[in-house]
């Protein structure tokens, strides 16, 4: 509306071309500047399935986001596992260029480098709002872009879960021994820690873990928590559902940009592109904690799940094996330990911190 001669003539060159039609209704971006090219198409290949409750639905969100805030000028099409690449090929696709952007978690990188997973999540380490504090205002993303630029790749946050549940056994878990031959669906880390403790730690994909679960093949998994798990319908499989997820405390998802693509675009694009990233990051842990509220109401007051806390020597032994698996990464190279040491004085600082905030202050809630 600041120029009112400038929309006279656009209606005009409308009018012209359709030899007199109706006026058509608010033109595009890329229409009313032609100079600005045609639409730029970028393909997002993502390790989940296709539309996903949480996770697949957060890179849905983050293309609509992407396409709507550039008004059109980049159309970001989104594939599921399998569609374009392999889950696990997310990570060389956006690498080489074959798709634009990719949508997962670091961990999965690990075979890249081992400081990938501090980006993700490492047992007793993060919750959400500090690896926000950390990858944001604590020096944790200059060192994750440091990292990717030697794949031609820039990452970005764009989810996070939230705090995740212990998991389903369908036996209690009263002492450091019930660990033992202990056969859980545990991936990554967590896996390692349980391996210590004297359980065999096992990797399904997704859709193997219910069937695994309900014929004994497995004694425990964990998945996520109250929202995802619900879905999945865990609870008709295992009877007593563990907290807290001390393996996941605030898993960061992912998201990768090819970095010649990205420099490709004029700045205003670049903009909207990172700004879109930090919203869906929000976005996603916003949408976790409404409905994990609402999923641990339906599993506790419908479905008689019984919920329960791994005994305190239970933790003590697994954080002690935590941080033993979690100090051997910054053993392996320069830059994990760089990782690890500027994640560690971040994680002790925050602990004293959130002693006399959030944790306070959760503890006078219940009071
Ligand atoms: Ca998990």
Redesign the pocket.
Known sequence: MSNPDKNVSRRAVVKGVLGGAALVAAPKVADAFPSLGKTIKWKMVTTWPKNFPGLGAGANYLAKLINEMSGGRIKVKVYGAKELVGAFEVFDAVSRGTAQMGHGAAYYWKGKHPATQFFAAVPFGLTAQEMNGWLYHGGGMALWKELYDRFDLIPTAIGNTGV?MGGWFNRKIDAVTDLKGLKMRIPGLGGEVLNRAGGTPVSLPGGEIFPALQSGSIDAT???GPYNDLAFGLYKAAKFYYYPGWH?PGTTLEGIINKTAFNALPKDLQSIVIAACRVANQDMLSDFTARNNTALDTLVNHHGVKLLRFPDDVLKRIKMLSNEVVAEIAGQDPFSKRVYDSFSTFRKQAISWHAVSEQAYMDARTL
Request: net charge negative.
């Open positions: 995740q964990e998945w996520v996941e």
